[in-house]
């Protein structure tokens, strides 16, 4: 492995020469670093080129590297999201078939005929007591589908400030959506 240089960083890479390439090109991706170039470019030459372009590759090894960590944090959240359906469904005593959690247009969550939740990913910016606040109104669907007095009665019973954590989506949830 061949190594150039960017401040305190160190971008480690790989030369892949071939006989029918004309011209250098620098490859970055999540596995590392490589150039490919013809057998007949020194591998000085190679390295000009790597120290002139080292800025740009340490850019794009960032952008990898934050990408990954998003994608962590967003399967450590539909994972918390999942065990907040399950904790509350477990009180209510109420399964899901499914819990999907997707871009929705205009709703923080839904509960279908055939009992698939669904929830909004933007759910996720909000705060912890928000959140539970929409879980378990789409858990409480499960068992009435509509909002009629018995659906917020049983809603209440298990979140008796419901109406506080309501308020924040109603004032606050633009913010996020």
């Not at 962590?72 to 907040?84: A, G, H, Q, V």
Request: proline fraction near 3%.
């Amino acid at each position: 492995m061949n190594k150039v240089r960017f401040g305190n960083s160190v971008i480690e890479y790989s030369v892949v020469k071939s006989k029918r390439r004309k011209t250098s090109e620098i490859i970055v991706d999540k596995s590392g670093v490589m150039i490919r170039a013809p057998s007949s470019k020194p591998i000085s030459e190679i390295k000009k080129i790597l120290e002139a372009k080292r800025r740009w590759i340490f850019k794009k090894q960032l952008q990898f590297k934050d990408h990954a960590t998003m994608q962590k944090s967003k399967t450590y959240s539909e994972s918390f999201l999942k065990k907040r359906v399950r904790f509350f469904s477990n009180k209510i005593g109420l399964v899901p078939k499914k819990i999907n959690i997707k871009k929705l247009k205009s709703r923080w969550g839904s509960a279908t005929q055939n009992s698939i939740l669904n929830f909004n990913v933007n759910l996720l910016k909000s705060p912890q007591n928000v959140i539970d606040y929409v879980v378990l109104h789409e858990v409480c669907h499960l068992k009435i589908h509509s909002h009629n007095h018995h659906f917020w009665r049983l809603l209440e019973h298990y979140m008796p400030d419901y109406r506080d954590r309501k308020k924040w989506l109603e004032v606050r949830g633009h913010t996020i959506f």
